[in-house]
């Protein structure tokens, strides 16, 4: 393998570097990077990468583009709107550098399909914004034998570590168990600095160019963690768990984490919601979600923030089905905990999915 006079050209930089070099330039060319998301973190991963020579990347994200994600989003635009993620990605990367190869996956990554897309990839980069996916994409790393590197932001806090990577720890030996589903809410739910996934998404850039240049010392055992508020690091030591469950398939994340209950009366599906809005039949709809989000989106239902759920009890009906949700299922769980174990409510379903799942589906 060479690298074409244009190719020369264009990298011209990087050749510059004595620790980097024609040597560390074919090696991005050879290799086969794929990443999981194209949204925050996603968008500065993928722009770096390509530009910097990477030979084949893989995009895998089943969404579509959303006016709410332009905040934080770079690689899309106003027109990009209601586009699938991976064929906008697509086009950006292959205008931005025409030598490398794209594959497109327009899809969410699953426990069904996840090992058959990513054993065909080299190195992985996970720029999901949910526990399920990061643990089914460290759990397909494990299987696969794949360096992971692993990138998470929330509200001003960014995280950036390598998993996986010559008998390093991985990331059930960070999380051994998942947080509950009310304590680990994604963007959506919790809000992100905008330019917070530009910073961690090209760190991680940063450090899956270091380990397929073969150069510098890798993050692997170590967590680091940036406060974008105060300018403030720091790295955490990672030890391997002497005692950890050994991995040997993929299982159902969302009933992992907590975020979906399997066969569940107290789960109602969009689809169901949407028989249920359409029969006439008297239920109630909570809307938990604070008041900005709803003026921006709602389903009609009445507006009672969770954060403020207690001074709304005596309009919640006890005599009719009331079926509650959020934005993605998680704060909606935790006001349907509340209403039964403090004020005694049994007659409460939450939507699987919240209003996201609701408007992908209906």
């Known amino acids: 393998m060479m690298l074409s006079p244009e190719e020369i050209r264009r990298y011209s930089r990087h ?8 040597e560390g330039q074919l090696r991005l060319k050879a290799a086969k990077v794929a990443v999981i998301g194209c949204g925050g973190l996603g968008s500065p991963i993928l722009l770096y990468l390509a530009a910097a020579g990477v030979g084949t990347i893989g995009i895998i994200d089943g969404d579509r583009v959303d006016e709410s994600n332009l ?9 990009s709107v209601g586009k699938p993620k991976v064929e906008e990605t697509a086009k950006r990367l292959q205008s931005l550098n025409p030598h490398v190869k794209i594959e497109a ?3 969410q990554l699953t426990s069904q399909n996840a090992l058959e897309i990513l054993v065909n990839y080299d190195l992985l980069i996970d720029g999901s914004d949910n526990f399920p996916t990061r643990y089914l994409v460290n759990d397909a790393c494990v299987l696969l034998n794949k360096p992971l590197v692993y990138g998470a932001i929330y509200r001003f806090e960014g995280q950036v570590a390598i998993f996986n990577y010559q008998n390093g720890p991985n990331y059930r030996d960070l999380f051994p168990k998942p947080p509950s589903p009310e304590l680990a809410p ?3 739910e919790a809000g992100v600095l905008g330019v917070l996934p530009g910073i961690i998404g090209s760190l991680q850039a940063n450090e899956a160019i270091k380990l397929l240049a073969g150069i510098g010392e890798p993050l692997t055992g170590k967590l680091f963690v940036m406060d974008a508020l105060t300018l403030t690091t720091r790295i955490i030591r990672i030890p391997r768990m002497p005692e950890r469950p050994k991995i040997v398939e993929l299982i159902d994340y969302d009933v992992f984490c907590g975020v979906k209950i399997p066969e569940s009366k107290d789960e109602i599906s969009s689809e169901e919601l949407e028989e249920l809005l359409k029969s006439g039949v008297d239920f109630q709809l909570i809307d938990v979600r604070e008041a900005h989000e709803y003026a921006i989106d709602n389903l009609g239902g009445e507006l009672m923030p969770l954060s403020h759920l207690e001074d709304f009890v005596v309009n919640i009906s006890r005599d009719k089905s009331v079926v509650i949700h959020c934005q993605g299922g998680m704060r909606s ?14 007659n409460l379903r939450n939507l699987t999915g919240g209003i996201a799942a609701f408007r992908k589906i209906v």
């Open 105 to 107: 996956h327009f899809e």
């Open 71 to 79: 905040q934080r989003q770079v690689l899309y635009g106003t027109e």
């Open 15 to 22: 050749l510059l570097i004595p620790e980097f070099g024609t």
């Open 333 to 346: 769980q935790k006001a349907i905990k509340q209403l039964r174990e403090e004020y005694n409510f049994n």
């Open 186 to 188: 994604n963007c959506a």
